[in-house]
């Protein structure tokens, strides 16, 4: 099971990037290539994967 | 987020990284999805051999025929909740940049710190489960 929620990124800035957490912006870890607007899933304080369009439609909608 | 909040999650990881004790029946709630696979084909759950076996060898079957949660996942979302053997190639900070079949994927190394680059590894979601052999 997965235990991560599709979140945005707003900036990135080298290996960092901000996310929004529903409003509140953290600071992660990017430590592969991401983009503003790419949606990703973040453990730990690091982005661990990026989801595409139907994957994250999907745990918005069903949770994992 | 998703069906657990992060407290719950948090304590989840803190047990499983530093070994600490957590009830059966509150694993069985957080894990029910696996937990009712499981019991379709063994009768005794809690069993680590049971578990694993389960997951190495039923696991990927049960995500490919569609059943349950996984009916109208996504490519994506199959590729993530199978159990995969994969090849280190790149440690930054506790995680893997490990590939396997379907491509490249970054996973947490919490359980299996000791693995090197070029040792192989199961991997689920996020993490690197267990070592694996090269084969």
Redesign the interface.
């Given at each position: 099971?997965?235990?991560?929620?599709p979140i945005k990124v707003v900036e990135v800035n080298k290996d960092e990037a901000i996310v929004d957490y529903g409003g509140e912006f953290r600071k992660v870890?990017a430590?592969?290539n991401v983009s503003p607007g790419d949606f990703v899933?973040v453990?730990?304080g690091?982005i661990?994967?990026v989801?595409?369009k139907?994957?994250k439609e999907?745990?918005k909608e069903?949770?994992? | 987020m998703g069906e657990i909040d992060e407290s719950t999650f948090e304590k989840l990881r803190d047990c499983a990284v530093n070994l600490k004790p957590i009830s059966r029946e509150e694993l069985e709630k957080i894990f029910h999805r696996a937990f009712e696979k499981i019991k379709k084909y063994y009768d005794d759950p809690w069993k680590i051999e049971i578990i694993s076996d389960y997951f190495k060898n039923k696991h990927n079957g049960e995500i490919d025929r569609g059943e349950g949660y996984y009916h109208d996942a996504p490519i994506m979302i199959r590729k993530l909740s199978k159990v995969h053997k994969a090849r280190i190639l790149d440690k930054k900070l506790n995680t893997f940049l490990v590939e396997y079949p379907e491509g490249n994927r970054r996973v947490f190394n919490d359980f299996v710190p000791e693995a090197k680059i070029g040792d192989h590894v199961f991997i689920h979601f996020g993490y690197a489960v267990e070592m694996a052999s090269e084969k």
């Open positions: 099971m997965c235990l991560a929620y870890m430590l592969d899933l453990q730990n690091i661990i994967e989801v595409n139907e994957a999907f745990l069903h949770g994992c | -």
